[in-house]
T-cell receptor, first 114, second 115 residues
């Protein structure tokens, strides 16, 4: 079956530091890949996505590249801000019995200090 | 557009009590989902629906029932609540066109405490 593995957190950084959150996946076929972000007390919201190999998703300074050869979709940001403190979820979606039911990683908490 | 809304926001139940969580979406989405979120466990899919009148089991369906009588609503029921069902419950919906690149839209969550 499908699965998503994320690095465990929390990840603690100082403001303006470089961020990488690793995500690898196992899936049959050609899944779409997503990063969702959950701010404290809120539901998840889409941060970025990529639908085919070598695609790069980007939003709000975050980027992730769909690497089929390494089955990875690592999230990066060049300079984090305190407001980026949140939980980040990697996810994939692919056809399974005709239904496109997403699979989520366990989430990685990011804490950014001033 | 209100997006995805959930009712109630917070509830305390005693063991054995029943309750229904309501999810509503105004985006004409075909797919709707119920998840639970527990510390260290990420999101786990309870039940989902691919259209009005249809439901299916997810990863952790035991102790829950669902109904999708109207396209815009997806109800999650707990017939006899247990402390293990203490969690934060999220509803989500996604675009009508079935495709892998569908984005899910999440509600704000319902925090449930079972004593």
């Amino acid at each position: 079956g499908n699965s998503v593995t994320q690095m465990e957190g929390p990840v603690t950084l100082s403001e303006e530091a470089f961020l990488t959150i690793n995500c690898t996946y196992t899936a049959t076929g050609y899944p779409s890949l997503f990063w969702y972000v959950q701010y404290p007390g809120e539901g998840l919201q889409l941060l970025l996505k990529a639908t085919k190999a070598d695609d790069k998703g980007s939003n709000k300074g975050f980027e992730a590249t769909y690497r089929k050869e390494t089955t990875s979709f690592h999230l990066e940001k060049g300079s984090v801000q305190v407001s980026d403190s949140a939980v980040y979820f990697c996810a994939l979606s692919s056809a399974s019995g005709g239904s496109y039911i997403p699979t989520f990683g366990r989430g990685t908490s990011l804490i950014v200090h001033p | 557009n209100a997006g995805v809304t959930q009712t109630p926001k917070f509830r305390v139940l005693k063991t054995g009590q029943s309750m229904t969580l309501l999810c509503a979406q105004d985006m004409n989405h075909e797919y709707m989902y119920w998840y639970r979120q527990d510390p260290g466990m990420g999101l786990r899919l309870i039940h989902y629906s691919v259209g009005e009148g249809t439901t299916a089991k997810g990863e952790v369906p035991d102790g829950y029932n669902v109904s999708r009588l109207k396209k815009q609503n997806f109800l999650l029921g707990l017939e006899s609540a247990a402390p293990s069902q203490t969690s934060v419950y999220f509803c989500a919906s996604s675009y009508p066109k079935a495709a892998p690149e569908e984005t899910q839209y999440f509600g704000p969550g319902t925090r449930l405490l079972v004593l």
